[in-house]
Each structure stands twice: as C-alpha cells, then as structure tokens.
C-alpha cells in the first residue's frame, strides 16, 4: 500500500501557483515527522511505471533542506530509475 508515498508526489505532480507555498510547507511538515516510515521502495515502483517523474524531483529539491540522508536515498533513487530535471 502506498499511501503516504503516493499522496507525497501527487500533491507535488502539478500544484497550482497560489497553493504552490501551503503545498511545499505541508510536504516539509510530513517529511520531518514520519521521515523513519517513508519507503523508498514504493517511489521506485512508482517511477518504474514512468510516473511522477517532475514530483519525486520536487521532493528531492524540498527534503535537501530538511534530511541529507533522505535526500542522498532519493538522489541515488533518481539516478538509478529516473532522471533529473
């Protein structure tokens, strides 16, 4: 089940410009307080079916700020599956 993963990138996929801010603020608030239980292995399976390719770079760009283990776990993550935009 990937829940909390998948609302992660959904809710990066195409935020509009007025949400953009609250959007960014919620997924940092998310990402301090459950950064032990995201799993990695849910975003891989994700980017494999070519989806949210633009949300897990967002999210990479929003977590260097707040975990640099994350961050490298997710830079690792897009270089082996997907790419960088």
């Known amino acids: 089940m990937a829940g ?3 609302a992660l990138l959904e809710s990066l996929y195409n935020p509009a410009l ?3 801010g609250y959007v960014t603020e919620l997924v940092k608030k998310i990402v301090r307080d459950r950064r032990k239980t995201l799993d990695i292995s849910i ?6 079916k070519n989806k ?3 949300s897990i ?3 990479y760009k929003i977590v260097v700020t707040i975990d640099p283990v994350l961050a490298d776990e997710l830079k690792a993550l897009i270089k082996k599956v997907s790419y960088f935009i």
């Open 4 to 6: 909390l993963e998948l």
């Open 18 to 20: 007025i949400h953009a």
């Open 43 to 48: 975003w891989e399976k994700i980017l494999r």
């Open 52 to 54: 949210h390719h633009s």
């Open 57 to 59: 770079n967002r999210l």
